[in-house]
């Protein structure tokens, strides 16, 4: 029984990370068309692209282990991940290199990676709580002695 609700999480976390794969894919691969082809991009789809391709790896990689009904350690990991790689596409599509007409839009420009790195580090209730990872099954180990050696005889 316990067993089904893992899998069933894990199939959930996966599928949750193949959407978010092809989304981030899908929308860096759009910022970088309209950067290079129009010189306009949107800010909100630079930064979002990079951070759901690497949720995204992180969903398809732990499966169960980054639940979808809250937050745990793993998924701020990839999260601030994701952060610093959306801040890295803004950097290298100049988004900091360009004119501003005033200062005060030049400190809103610094206050934007700030958000993006600190919002990683909120607590749980912001994220819905803890999130909750069935319990592995016992023999569910991949250690190939854990339950002895099936495929030889002799071996427990």
């Known amino acids: 029984m316990e067993a089904d609700r893992r899998k069933e999480a894990d199939a959930k976390s996966r599928g949750a990370g193949l959407l978010a794969l092809i989304a981030g894919i899908v929308a860096i691969g759009l910022t970088w068309r309209w950067a290079v082809n129009d010189g306009t991009y949107d800010v909100k789809v630079a930064v979002i692209g990079p951070l759901a391709l690497l949720v995204g790896v992180g969903f398809l990689v732990h499966g169960a282990e980054i639940p979808l009904d809250g937050i745990r350690p793993l998924t701020r990991v990839y999260g601030l991940a994701g952060s ?3 801040i ?3 950097y290298l599509l100049g988004y900091f290199a360009r004119p501003l007409r005033s200062e005060r839009a030049r ?3 610094l206050v934007l990676p700030i958000v993006m790195i600190a919002v990683w580090f909120l607590p749980d209730r912001f994220y819905g709580g803890t999130g909750h990872v069935p319990e ?3 023999d569910a180990s991949i250690d190939p002695h854990a339950g002895g ?3 030889r005889p ?3």
Do not use: E, Q, V
């Open 84 to 86: 610093l790689a959306g």
């Open 88 to 90: 890295l596409n803004l």
């Open 107 to 109: 400190l809103l420009d």
């Open 154 to 156: 002799g071996t427990s």
């Open 149 to 151: 050696d099936r495929t």
């Open 136 to 138: 592995r099954p016992a």
